[in-house]
């Protein structure tokens, strides 16, 4: 079978035209789309990285920010182990919509799950919002806080590996289910069976 | 050999300085040895001698015959350089000849050209004359295709100058008028709806290199005739009779008239469009038609939206979505939303239709527009950019954006329908008479009904055509396990399974019918158990619909099947919360039902003597008291649950009972005293124990009686240092369950056993 030991569902979401696409492509294929067109739906990527030597499996949901596929999108919330919220530094609306994003978030996702706010487009010169704004922010919703640009490849790997990583050390302190290779299992949030338990058919 | 010799004197002055060290012979031992490895590579090397002087004479020998060669070839290359010169020669002549061919043919294009002009511009005078405007226009078509610039060049060399200017002007102004001409009368045959004529000037339009006009005009037309259509089925579905056989789609179906008269159209002309304006140029065509496509798509589900009452359903579905979090007890909040969920079903099989009819066509559009942009292209880059051009097309249309809005509500209201019927299917469970007694144990009708509404609305959201839409629903539908079916479960199992005696088959039976008004805890005894079957079979109903749903689904890239198939993963891992769910029950049942019977079952093991005479032990063997009497309780126990139970679960519940029974039985042996009789005895009666127990299940127990056994062993032996036969690096298999102070322990409740003799063991 596949040759893992994690697997993460990281989900992506945030204003249409915030850049969530060109992370995401910048991330598993090393390019910045030109003419990138909005996303359909949901768009679904896999990349694998290594990380202390353990090949962790990250299944990437690239969601459309369009308010005409929010009913397809909100459905992708529960089972994310990871939330990356994306707005576009410069772009003052886009930040402006956060709290609607942490309400959907509050809604619809688990309790348990990972979520990261991201300030994209630092590259352009004219940014609106300060970094200390977003770093506000996020502190005060108890998020992790990166700023990138896709375009010129700037925290991007960073990004997405240190939610590989800190994911990893969760699925170690058994805050998570840990998934063997052959029985891939994934369960966001449900109880974890015990090994120890009684009654598991065995034996 | 000096080698040798050097050696040795080499040895003579190391022996000296190594006997300074003590080491000589090692050293000396060391050299020998190197000497012996150097003689054998000298060796080796001599008879390698012969051989290379062979080599060296053959050598000698083919050396004449290389000069040979080589001049041979010199003279090979010199011919080669000659004929190729030659060959340069000839063909610059051919190449001259060549370009002073095309000249002459390009003369003679220019001669026909210039013969060809007087004639057009006589005969487009004549048939423009006679209204021939098939003739004229083709005679402008013929004018049009020479290359003009040239033409005047000639003109200005030629004597016969103002001849050639004459017709030229003569053409152009021909040109003029013919296509004010041709405007005109298309517009006179759109007016009076002569659809000969209109297609008649159609094809005239491209041969006076009015290509964008031609189609604009021709697209502006046919757009008219579908806004006539669609609003006569417009007026037609907002008339239908509510008992029409059709009514509750009648908006689909009208949405499905307007596409299917869309592709109608597209069919019958695209042919002559190709035919008249060359490929490539659908999607221009198409633009006035699709633009109409819009405004009578808008109209429709605007009517759509306001007859069905969506608004006030997806308001609705707000509502119930809002107030999701923990499950609504009882049956009023139920009520409330059962007539908006009555009136959902319909409704969500209408959109559903609608956006598969919308798919249909989008996927015909974007077939035929692809393979006329094929067709038209020149080059890849060409082809590549202009499918880009249609799908950009497609995507902006404000058709596209309104089904994906439609989707979008279907998708919400999906969601609303799912909840409701799924808690409704809750709230009014009942025990299913097909249970009774038959190899299932008893089962409630809830877990089939809801896997009946999720299977349901999966397939429904399938039917539409869209794979984001069918992803969502399954996600939503795995949500919706966890979320309302776990939860009412484990809800169910909390109340906990009323302990005391009871005939199950009979309040079972007296609940079904209603006959009897079961006491209150018999009721809850027959729901536990429904509930701790039902959370058996939910596991296998998970892995039935993701089957199921994984093969009926069509997909029709790689990347849609694994998008597919990660949320039917996410689907199928919702079983490991009905699992928890399972084994939280089965703890319960373990300590109402089973712990406090098997105690004092067990317990009566202490008033039974283990120290016994030979006489005692023989009458004692006859009978087995304690044991007989433990195994018919347990019967008893399990015949109680076999019927009620599902196989499942009525193995696991004998895995928990012999658990109990063993953690019991230990602690009693552990309290009792025993002569080697009495070891005996205890090692019979674990036996039956354990045969009784492992022929009781498909599954394996007899595990479980490790520990007891080794018990029964050490309180059976004859002497304490015989242990060493079990103990030990002699033990050979036998891996001990106990830890040696629980070996001293169990060898300390033999009163024939010193002590001191237990202290002295070396364990
Ligand atoms: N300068 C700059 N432009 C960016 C960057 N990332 C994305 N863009 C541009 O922003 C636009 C939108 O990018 P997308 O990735 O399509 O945005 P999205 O968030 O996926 O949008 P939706 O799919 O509609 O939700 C594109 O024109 C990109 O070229 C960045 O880091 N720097
Ligand atoms: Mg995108």
């Known amino acids: 079978m596949e040759d893992y030991k994690f697997l993460f569902k990281v989900v992506l979401v945030g204003n249409a035209g915030v850049g969530k696409t060109c992370l995401v492509r910048r991330f598993t294929q090393g390019l910045f789309p030109p003419g990138q067109g909005a996303t359909i739906g949901v768009d679904f990527m896999i990349k694998t990285v290594e990380i202390d030597n353990e090949k962790v499996k990250l299944q990437i949901w690239d969601t459309a920010g369009q308010e005409r596929f929010r009913s397809i999108t909100q459905s992708y919330y529960r089972s994310a182990h990871a939330l990356i919220l994306v707005y576009d530094i410069s772009c003052q609306p886009t930040f402006d919509c956060l709290p609607d994003w942490l309400r959907e978030i509050e809604e619809y996702a688990s309790n348990k799950v990972l979520r990261v706010l991201v300030g994209n487009k630092i590259d352009r010169e004219d940014r609106e919002i300060p970094t200390h704004v977003g770093e506000d922010f996020a502190q005060r919703h108890s998020m992790y806080y990166l700023e990138t640009s896709a375009k010129e490849a700037e925290n991007v790997e960073k990004l997405f590996m240190e939610i590989a990583a800190e994911l990893m050390e969760q699925a170690r302190s058994k805050e998570l289910p840990r998934y063997e290779n052959n029985s891939p299992t994934i369960n966001g949030r449900t109880t974890v069976i015990g090994d120890s338990n009684c009654c598991s058919r065995m034996s | ?763």
């Open chain 2, 1 to 763: 050999m000096t080698s040798t010799e050097r050696i040795q004197s080499t040895v003579l002055s190391l022996v000296e300085t190594v006997n300074i060290n003590g080491n000589m012979k090692e050293e000396y031992e060391k050299l020998a040895q190197e000497e012996e490895a150097v003689n054998l590579r000298l060796e080796s090397l001599f008879k390698r001698q012969c051989h290379i002087e062979g080599k060296l004479r053959g050598m000698t020998k083919v050396l004449p015959n290389l000069q040979i060669v080589h001049s041979d070839a010199q003279q090979l290359a010199e011919m080669i350089t000659f004929t190729s010169t030659l060959a340069e020669n000839v063909s610059a002549k051919v190449r001259q000849l060549d370009i002073a061919r095309s000249r002459a043919s390009d003369c003679q294009q220019r001669v026909h050209d210039l013969l060809d002009l007087q004639l057009c511009a006589e005969g487009v005078k004549a048939s423009l004359h006679s209204e021939d405007y098939e003739k004229a226009a083709a005679h402008v078509h013929r004018f049009l295709a020479m290359d003009q610039h040239l033409l005047e060049q000639t003109a200005d060399i030629a004597e016969d100058c103002t001849n050639v200017t004459n017709s030229f002007s003569l053409l152009q102004d021909a040109a003029s008028q013919l296509r004010s001409v041709v405007n005109l009368r298309f517009d006179e045959a759109v007016r009076a709806e002569d659809l000969a004529s209109v297609e008649r000037f159609f094809k005239l339009f491209p041969l006076l290199g009015l290509h964008d006009e031609g189609l604009e005009k021709f697209s502006n037309y046919l757009s008219t005739k579908i806004a006539d259509t669609a609003n006569g089925n417009l007026k037609t579905a907002l008339s239908t009779q509510a008992s029409d056989r059709r009514a509750n789609i009648i908006f689909a179906d009208t949405l499905t008239l307007l596409f299917e008269g869309i592709a109608r159209i597209i069919e019958i002309h695209q042919p002559l469009i190709e035919t008249y304006y060359g490929p490539g140029r659908l999607l221009r065509a198409l633009g006035p038609l699709l633009r109409e496509c819009d405004v009578q798509l808008r109209r429709i589900v605007a009517e759509l939206q306001r007859c069905r009452r969506l608004e006030a359903l997806a308001q609705a579905a707000r509502a119930a979505q809002a107030g999701a979090g923990p499950r609504a007890e009882g049956e009023e909040a139920q009520e409330g939303a059962g007539g908006e969920v009555r009136q959902l079903d319909p409704a969500l099989g209408e959109l559903a239709i609608a956006h598969a009819r919308y798919a249909l066509f989008e996927r015909f559009l974007r077939r035929r527009l692809a393979a006329d942009a094929d067709a038209g292209a020149a080059t890849d880059a060409d082809r590549r950019a202009r499918l880009l051009e249609v799908d950009a097309a497609l995507a902006r249309g404000d058709t596209c954006r309104r089904m994906q809005e439609l989707l979008s509500t279907y998708l919400g209201l999906e969601r609303l329908f799912m909840v409701q019927s799924v808690r409704k299917a809750i709230a009014l469970d009942a025990l299913d008479d097909a249970g009774a007694g038959a190899a299932g144990g008893l089962c409630s009708s809830a877990v089939d009904d809801v896997f009946f509404i999720l299977r349901k609305c999966i397939r429904r959201a399938a039917s539409s055509g869209s794979l984001d839409g069918t992803c969502a629903v399954i996600n939503n539908a795995g949500a919706l396990l966890e979320e309302e079916l776990c939860s009412a479960l484990r809800a169910r199992l909390r109340q906990g399974y009323p302990s005391g005696y009871l005939d199950l088959t009979q309040a079972y039976n007296s609940v079904l019918a209603g006959r009897l008004q079961p006491t209150d805890s018999e009721q809850q005894r027959v729901l536990f158990l429904a509930a701790l079957n039902n959370a058996d079979s939910a596991s296998e109903y998970v892995e039935t619909l993701v089957k199921q749903v994984s093969d009926e689904i069509p997909v029709s890239t790689p990347m849609e099947r694994s998008k597919l198939d990660s949320c039917l993963h996410g689907l199928s891992s919702s079983t490991s919360g009905i699992k928890s769910v399972l084994d939280y029950g089965i703890q319960q049942l373990r300590a109402s039902a089973v712990k406090p019977r098997v105690g004092p079952w067990v317990d009566s093991f202490q008033s039974v003597s283990h120290q016994l005479s030979e006489d005692e032990f023989t009458a004692y063997e006859a009978d087995q008291p304690f044991v007989q009497t433990l195994v018919r309780n347990l019967h008893g126990l399990l015949e109680n649950f076999k019927e009620s139970l599902t196989p499942g679960n009525y193995d696991t519940l004998v895995t928990i009972l012999t658990e109990e029974v063993t953690i019991h039985l230990e602690k009693a042996v552990f309290k009792t005293s025993f002569n080697r009789l009495g070891g005996l005895v205890l090692d019979k009666e674990v036996r039956a124990l354990a045969s009784f127990l492992t022929s009781s299940t498909s599954w394996s127990v007899r595990d479980k009686f490790a520990r007891l056994t080794q018990m029964a062993t050490l309180l059976n032996l004859e002497k304490v240092t015989e242990i060493s036969d079990y103990w030990g690096s002699s033990t050979g298999p036998l891996t001990w369950r106990l830890t040696p102070s629980e070996i001293r322990q169990v060898l300390a409740l033999r009163v024939d056993f010193r002590s001191d003799d237990i202290k002295r063991l070396k364990l």
